[in-house]
């Protein structure tokens, strides 16, 4: 068997849209929008009556740079437990670029840096900077413009974002400016004036990590489930048997064992840290 299924993903060359089926062996497989970023996907597998769906990162609050979660009821889900607390109940992004557009406009004599991860949550944070009315040039860190080109390439409309360059001080009062978090520690923000510093992490509901940073604006935008969303995702899908990894796994298979679930945590090393650079927390 195990070569057979071998000899089936060798050949399995395609790419897959979201909803279409493919079948291997005795297995059809087919992905589902996860809702996290551009081109995530739930993975779903399904034979002789039983469906696994494999969730990867998710998120349900509406972003406007992918295409949202969707349900699939299976009879297993394995889920992500990021934000697996109740301490991480999050606004809306709408909310949070409200008050860094109010920042901006309270102080328009400086620059506010803001980091972003570069793949997700930067362009979020610009498409959602341009739902709320913000028509002014968005200025970026190096590291983030070739992702957000590739956004654009993909229909994702972003206005008008620039790459920093130097100038003096002065050009970027009263700019918004993103950048990896990682260059928030660094002198690269010293050519800006006055820097109000600001972070869009799930992470900043935690107002020590916030200071830890030297946040001095926290935006908390997560492209993770916060935990009412895992809550109901988990009931949604009508699930009998919850496989929960990446973070706090513990902690909601408790919650499931109390809604009469079968759950179980699964620990795999080099998981559970969001907090590290690159992760789209």
């Not at 009556?49 to 295409?67: A, E, F, I, L």
């Not at 008050?99 to 930067?122: C, D, Q, T, W």
């Not at 919850?242 to 080099?270: F, N, P, R």
């Amino acid at each position: 068997m195990a070569a057979r299924y071998g000899a089936a993903f060798a050949g399995a060359t395609q790419a897959l849209a979201y909803g279409e089926k493919l079948r291997l062996g005795e297995v059809t497989f087919s992905l589902h929008p996860a809702g996290h970023v551009l081109g995530s996907a739930q993975a779903a597998a399904e034979s002789g009556g039983v469906r696994v769906v494999v969730s990867g990162d998710y998120k349900r609050q509406s972003d406007p740079t992918c295409p949202p979660f969707e349900i699939v009821p299976c009879d297993v889900f394995v889920s992500e437990a990021t934000f697996a607390l109740p301490v991480f109940t999050h606004p809306t992004a709408a909310q949070e670029v409200a008050k860094l557009i109010a920042s901006a406009a309270m102080f328009p004599e400086r620059a506010h840096v803001v980091g972003a991860y570069a793949l997700g949550k930067a362009q979020r944070v610009i498409a959602e900077l341009r739902r709320a009315g913000w028509d002014k040039p968005i200025f970026a860190h190096g590291a983030l413009m070739a992702l957000t080109e590739l956004y654009r390439e993909h229909g994702v409309e972003l206005g008008e974002v620039r790459h920093v360059e130097t100038a003096p001080k002065s050009f970027y009062a009263g700019a918004i400016v993103l950048a990896p978090p990682g260059a928030l520690q660094t002198p690269w923000v010293r050519r800006f004036p006055d820097p109000v510093t600001s972070f869009a992490s799930g992470w900043m509901r935690i107002r020590a990590r916030a200071r830890q940073r030297g946040v001095e604006l926290p935006l908390v935008i997560s492209d993770h489930a916060d935990w009412p969303d895992l809550q109901r995702t988990i009931l949604e899908t009508g699930a009998g048997e919850i496989w929960i990894t990446h973070g706090e796994a513990d902690a909601l298979a408790h919650w499931c064992q109390t809604q009469g679930l079968k759950a179980k945590a699964l620990h795999l090393v080099g998981y559970g840290d969001e907090d590290e650079p690159g992760a789209a927390a």
